[in-house]
């Protein structure tokens, strides 16, 4: 059984998301998909597609760019939500330029006050190059520091690199 809270890391296509997928597709419970990311172009939206594909119809989408801390309240106890993904969700909130701190600190008591199973997928992205502009250093460093607070509250914290487990807090199910 999944733990109250999980958190799923790792690099760009490292098989984070596929590894989140099994965890929840492994629970007999009814599937919540928090859908965070947001299609401004033909590449992402078949991106979305495919996802949509690869879950097959036993999930429940609810797509949630800016909203996600809404989307966690109210759901049932009796179900696993995958919340997919927080780096996503993280860019949605610095493109819209509202209050980061705020933000986080809603994500954060949303996801402490769920009753319902969450596994939260997020990128790791401070095993790169320190970037060459304030923005993308401003995103790093804001990633981090969700990353950081999410893991702090999860119960079960997993790296996954070239689509390999590293299980970093608590014990997989």
């Known amino acids: 059984m999944l733990p ?17 997928e099994a965890l929840v597709m492994a629970e007999s419970h009814p599937r919540i998909y928090i859908a965070t990311a947001q299609a401004f172009d033909d590449e ?9 594909v690869q879950r ?10 800016l909203t996600t801390s809404d989307a966690l309240e109210n759901l049932p106890e009796d179900t696993v939500v995958l ?15 509202t209050d980061l701190a705020a933000e986080q600190a809603k994500l954060l008591d949303a996801l402490k006050a ?3 199973q969450v596994v939260v997928v997020s990128n790791e992205v401070g095993l790169d190059v320190v970037p060459e502009n304030a923005l993308a250093r401003r995103f790093r ?14 119960d079960l914290a997993v790296l996954v690199v070239a689509g390999l487990p590293m299980v970093l807090k608590g014990e997989l199910p």
């Open 141 to 154: 460093n804001a990633q981090g520091a969700l990353n950081q607070a999410i893991a702090k509250q999860a």
């Open 83 to 97: 919340l997919d993904c927080a780096t996503m969700w993280l860019s949605n909130h610095m493109l819209a330029e």
């Open 44 to 52: 992402m939206r078949q991106k979305v597609q495919s996802h949509l």
């Open 114 to 116: 769920c009753p319902a």
């Open 4 to 20: 109250k809270l999980s958190l799923i890391l790792g690099g760009a296509n490292s098989g984070k998301s596929a590894f989140a």
């Open 56 to 65: 097959g119809p036993n999930w429940k989408t609810i797509e949630a760019p």
